[in-house]
């Protein structure tokens, strides 16, 4: 029954967002009195190309249902009236938008003429029950800006720190606003839509339909161009050169039109739209702040000697530099990004009943960045002032299909001749949709790339292995008597000649060895005997590793030639299917008593897979698994000699004895030996090869994970894809005895089904619905979070061991016992409550006795575990032992709103949404991290896949007013509760660990918030929109992790403002517009100037006391008790249409983002307040810091130089004034 159920939701069912869009009005005649003109016949026309027809009922009502959104033209054809064409409605996703059409027989009926005229937009969208804002695509055409975000972030509610950075709306966290393209959610960095190509944005920032599932905050939707009827070429270029310095270039073209048309109609039945564009940056972040640059022969000397002697002392030598040495930059260095989008789209028309539609998408970007740098303060040492040239550079790919298959059934519910309704149900429709995803990713460094082991290699070494002698005193012969313990590694030659990274090698050049040198002596084979010649640990860089003293400059700069040692890539697939139905109920005679209905599902499977290696590392494991099997000399097989004290030789006598090979766990030193073709009881010096001598399949898998060199899933260890189970991590191979360490891909499942009706009762629209989400991690879990293995419950504890289990001690409590594998109970736990043995509970596990010292030990259930240390790595360890299926959630979201017409000229309007979200971040882990829990998982995050959806509660009431003919304001007041937000905790105590720190469903928020909107049409050339913010967004967390460092004080309830709160907030998008009949000179005909401008109040941060170099502690006052200062933005565009020929015309214009060139603030030091200055330098810290510098080899001057190169954070700002000229041709 549950099957059959399941596949009538999955055929019959919907989710997509056009799924209530609809068009509605009523033809009547302006000449008698607004009569309604029934059985008249109504077409509607998207981008000149027929799109649905219909007629109208008894009483002159249209009706088109389950429509795409966008900008459409209708056509009424009535006997004894000319057609009459209303063009430029634009239809928002959603909603029933309402367009009457009035005809006119006056002047008689000339059928060759058709009488067009403009459509008005109507002040008052009664039938609207959400809350944002739609942007059409003339209306982005006329934006100073081509950023999704930015064009978002004029909607009341929606916030952003700067142009294009990320969008919080109405208090929520960034990761709770949602993107959709075409009705299909998309990940937020693979929209790739160019601006040019969309139709309509809409930004939803309350009031959300129970189509829309798995968000919390808002919800970004575009929705993109079609086909015309007719063969169109749009072509885009645009330019900052000679502008600004950031070097920002693009170019597109567009080609739409008819494929096949209609023999008998002559509209188009199949049509394309291709488009693409290639976007350019040289500077894909500018700084608004000046930045500093070494010169290009300064840093040429740096790299030829990065180390400098000083009074017998190393030291890098770029502390060394001043002012001189270095240029003052206008843009980032080595910062080049570029980005390919293709777009297209192919809608058929099968029948006036059936249509289907085809879109892809394509992305391919590439992108150089700076290490180190930071939006915060202290971090990493950036490269930018000497190491830019060795930037690493990030790739993406993306890629998204979409199938949709349309088919209205009918039942319009026309009259029929005789007056009777056809239908109760009418308009009756489903669409099949099918969307797969794919998004690739690698980041490494530009020279070296995949080949790992040129990463950490400077150069070969000729090391040599020699017998290790010691020496005893002989009583009997009154002799001493050398015996061999050990072999040395001695360094007879360094050749850097060979090097992959010559910068690195020249760090060794202050040691003085010359590519000739030989180091012969034998002396410092004699055990505690001084060295006779250098070894490797002397050298400041050898293979795999640099001396961490040389790494930076006075710890603000990245030295010369650092590499990047990361290696990264990643596959992210997402496959949805969605279905929908919708029909209208019309039980009576009069369409006031409408009734529309949806019902639908989706399914999402998504199947992720990433990869992480520093490959520098691997010259150091190497070093040191190579000669793992070869231990030193055992006692009871040294050789001893004799020889007298006064014929003590250094060089003695006594046997050498051949080194002893055991069989040692691993592979990589029985494989690099088949490479070389070396026997097991020969020395290996690693550091004599070469690169190309090592691969990564020499390791085994465990080899590399057990070294933190290497993270993946959803591959194998070497980088291959694996596509099998949790559970294969443990299994052990048959044919090598071992596990192959495969780890599965992270495969979270996510569905939803939904039911809604938006009806009337007495002139109130209500929109009443219910979604069920369902959500599937589809990995395993641990039992317990207090335990890798599962602790025994207290009532199989008692059936086992004996004793009586008090009365408040429930079955499957966990039991803690004063003993290791012990019988004595010490203490009880159901989940974080805790319970001394007699059943009274207590405030903490902080009261049981023994806990501090480590004298309570959990009883575990499986007993092998109390008997092998860390059980997990054991071959009879089994899943069943630690983990758990995911239990998977289900959550009901009611939706209810409401839009009441208080008149023809006012609104009033509210809504109650419970609203959702899968876990957005932390819960991927692994077999292969519990594999290294204990290792692990005390020194860093843990992640937990055990985390529930996050859930908001929203509410809103509003009214919107007219004000004129052409004005009108909306007022509305909403609050929200957001429950169940992740952050961080850390569990106490954890048998191994003692404690860990992981994510957990304990963050609590509110927003408080109130929207003003000023909505002015087109009057005397000017539109406005304009509104404002006042909102108080308080919560426990702001994201994640912000409580990083406070979780061991326990779970804070407290309320703070959020990072994201904005107290004020006023946007405006000014648009001054002249048209071909404006009564100004010919040459400023259809010339439009358009400026966009926010003003906002500071967000928070934490006031410290105590200032440090780059940054500061000690909490002042209360968490995010300081403001930032106030930001004021100002963007325009001026532009010009020049038309020429039928339908074709060239619009150029000239925009500007920042035209004040502000230097708005994003962050402080905390001590100060301010942007520029820590206050380090005036505390007695940095007074004690100048005169510490000051009575050594270094120089306070230079301190001071690379310190003020340092401080000024561009992070701190925001983009400074950037300017483009442009072209759009249309032909």
Do not use: C
């Amino acid at each position: 029954m549950k099957r059959t159920l399941l596949l009538f939701l999955l055929v019959f069912a919907a989710f997509t967002v056009f799924a209530q869009t609809a068009l509605s009005g009523k033809v009547i005649d302006i000449d008698n009195n607004k009569e309604p003109l029934p059985f008249a016949t109504v077409q509607i026309f998207k981008d000149g190309a027929f799109y649905q027809g219909a007629n109208t009922d008894l009483d002159g009502n249209y009706y088109f249902s389950n429509i795409d959104p966008g900008t459409y033209d209708i056509q009424v054809d009535y006997t004894g009236y000319p057609p009459t064409k209303l063009t430029g409605i634009p239809v928002k996703a959603g909603q029933t938008n309402f367009a009457d059409v009035e005809v006119s027989g006056e002047g008689g009926v000339n059928l060759d003429v058709v009488v067009v005229k403009g459509f008005k937009v109507p002040l008052i969208e009664q039938d609207n029950t959400t809350s944002g804002q739609t942007v059409t695509s003339e209306q982005i055409r006329n934006l100073p800006t081509r950023n999704i975000n930015q064009i978002a972030s004029i909607t009341a509610g929606a916030s952003s720190a700067d142009e294009g950075g990320a969008i919080n709306i109405r208090g929520s966290r960034s990761n709770a606003t949602d993107y959709y393209v075409d009705g299909v959610r998309v990940s937020s960095n693979s929209i790739g839509i160019p601006d040019s190509e969309i139709e309509q944005l809409q930004v939803i920032t309350g009031g959300v339909e129970a189509r829309y599932g798995d968000v919390t905050g808002g919800i970004i939707s575009v929705t993109t161009k079609g086909p015309s009827n007719s063969f169109n070429v749009n072509a885009e270029a645009e330019t900052s050169e000679g502008l600004d310095a950031y070097g920002n270039s693009l170019v597109g073209l567009s080609v739409n039109g008819p494929i096949l048309r209609s023999k008998k109609s002559g509209n188009s039945i199949l049509g394309y739209r291709f488009s693409g564009r290639y976007t350019y940056r040289e500077d894909d972040d500018p700084s608004g702040v000046p930045l500093y640059r070494a010169k290009d022969e300064v840093i040429a000397a740096l790299e030829a000697e990065p180390i400098t002697i000083r009074n017998g002392q190393p030291f890098v030598a770029a502390d060394f530099l001043t002012q001189d040495d270095v240029n003052v930059i206008e843009t980032r260095p080595f910062e080049a990004s570029d980005v390919l989008n293709l777009n297209g789209k192919i809608d058929a028309r099968l029948s006036d009943a059936i249509d289907v539609s085809l879109t892809g998408a394509f992305g391919q970007g590439s992108n150089q960045f700076t290490p180190g740098s930071t939006s915060g303060a202290g971090g990493r040492s950036p490269w930018r002032l000497l190491n830019a040239q060795h930037n690493p550079t990030s790739n993406t790919q993306n890629y998204r299909g979409n199938f949709r298959f349309r088919h209205r059934l009918g039942g319009s519910g026309v009259a029929d001749g005789d007056g009777a309704a056809k239908s109760v149900i009418q308009n009756a429709s489903y669409t099949l949709q099918f969307t797969l995803e794919n998004n690739t990713s690698d980041l490494a460094d530009p020279i070296h790339g995949d080949n790992f082991f040129d990463y950490g290699h400077v150069g070969t070494f000729d090391v040599d292995y020699i017998p290790v002698y010691d020496f005893r005193f002989d009583t009997t012969s009154q002799s001493l008597q050398p015996f061999q313990i050990d072999y040395r590694e001695i360094l007879r030659s360094f050749d850097p000649s060979t090097s992959s990274n010559p910068t690195l090698t020249n760090y060794n050049n202050y040691l003085g060895f010359n590519d000739g040198d030989v180091f012969t002596s034998d002396n410092y084979g004699i055990i505690n005997i001084g060295s006779g010649g250098p070894t490797l640990d002397q050298f400041a860089a050898v293979n795999g590793r640099t001396q961490a003293l040389f790494n930076d400059s006075w710890g603000f700069h990245r030295n010369v030639g650092a590499v990047y040692n990361l290696y990264q890539k990643a596959d992210n697939d997402i496959y949805t299917f969605q279905a929908n139905a919708a029909f209208e109920i019309v039980p009576g005679s009069s369409d006031k008593s409408r009734h529309s209905v949806q019902f639908g599902v989706i399914y999402e499977q998504r199947t992720n897979r990433g990869y992480s290696l520093n490959p520098s590392g691997l010259w150091t494991v190497g070093r040191q698994l190579a000669n793992i099997h070869i231990p030193s000399v055992a006692e009871d097989n040294r050789v001893v000699d004799s020889i007298a004290i006064n014929e003590l030789n250094f060089n003695a006598n006594a046997a050498v004895v051949a080194p002893t090979v055991t069989d040692q766990d691993g592979q990589f030193y029985r494989a690099v030996r088949e490479r070389l073709g070396i026997p097991l009881d020969q020395h290996i010096n690693i550091d004599g090869l070469n690169p190309d001598d090592l691969s990564l399949d020499m390791f085994s898998a465990r080899e590399l994970t057990f070294n933190n060199l290497l993270d993946y899933f959803g591959y194998d260890y070497l980088g291959n894809e694996f596509d099998g189970t949790f559970d294969d991590f443990f299994t052990i191979d048959p044919s090598t005895g071992e596990r192959a360490f495969n780890v599965a891909p992270n495969r979270p499942i996510y569905a939803a089904a939904y039911l809604q009706d938006k009806f009337t009762i007495n002139k109130m629209i209500f929109r009443v619905g219910v979604r069920v989400d369902r959500y599937d991690a589809n990995t395993r879990v641990l039992k317990d979070p207090y335990s890798l293995y599962e602790i025994i419950g207290a009532d199989d504890f008692h059936a086992n061991f004996g004793g009586e289990r008090p009365g408040s001690i429930g079955e499957d409590y966990a039991v803690y016992t004063s003993e290791d594998n012990g019988t004595e109970v010490q203490a009880y736990r159901n989940g974080d409550d805790w319970f001394l043995p007699n059943g009274t509970p207590v405030n903490g596990a902080q009261e049981i006795e023994g806990i501090r010292t480590g004298l309570v030990f959990p009883k575990y259930a499986n007993s092998a575990v109390h008997e092998v240390a860390n059980f997990i790595k054991d071959d009879e360890f089994t899943v069943e032992t630690s983990f758990k299926d995911y239990e998977v959630q289900f959550n009901v979201m009611p939706r209810l709103a409401f839009s009441f017409p208080i008149s023809e000229d006012a609104n009033f309007f509210a809504h109650y949404d419970v609203l959702l979200q899968r876990p957005p971040s932390g819960t991927l882990a692994t077999a292969l991290d519990y594999f290294f829990f204990v290792e692990r998982a005390g020194g860093s995050t843990f992640n937990n896949p055990a985390l529930r959806p996050e859930r908001t509660v929203d509410y809103e009431v509003g009214f919107k007013t007219r004000l004129s003919e052409t004005s009108a304001l909306t007022i509305a007041a909403y609050y929200k509760e957001m429950r169940d937000m992740i952050q961080l905790r850390t569990y106490f105590p954890v048998p191994l660990v003692n404690q860990y720190t992981t994510y957990d469903n304990q963050d609590f928020g509110t927003v408080k918030g109130f929207n003003l909107t000023y909505d002015l049409r087109r009057t005397a050339n000017f539109t406005v929109n304009a509104n404002y913010t006042l909102q108080f967004a308080d919560g426990t967390g702001s994201d994640a992790n912000s409580q990083q460092g406070l979780t061991n004080r326990g779970n804070l309830r407290t309320l703070f403002p959020l990072n994201f709160d904005e107290r004020h907030r006023i946007n405006l998008v000014l648009d001054y517009r002249l048209d071909k009949n404006s009564n100004v000179p010919k040459f400023l005909h259809n010339v439009g100037a358009n400026l966009q401008t926010s003003a906002v109040t500071g967000r928070p941060y934490t006031a410290t006391f105590l200032p440090s170099e780059l940054g500061g502690s000690g909490t002042q006052g209360a968490i995010n008790g300081a403001r930032k200062p106030f930001n004021f933005t100002l963007n325009g565009q001026i532009n010009k249409d020049i038309f020429f020929g039928k339908g074709s015309y060239v619009n150029i214009y000239f925009r500007v983002s920042n035209i004040l060139d502000r230097r708005n603030v994003l962050n402080v030091y905390s001590a100060t307040g301010s942007a520029d200055d820590p206050g380090f330098l005036q505390s007695s810290f940095g007074r004690d810091q100048l005169e510490s510098i000051s009575g050594t080899s270094r120089e306070v001057d230079s301190y001071l130089a690379s310190y003020s190169w340092r401080v000024l954070n561009p992070g701190f700002f925001t983009l400074p004034r950037r300017m483009f000229i442009g072209a759009i041709f249309s032909l």
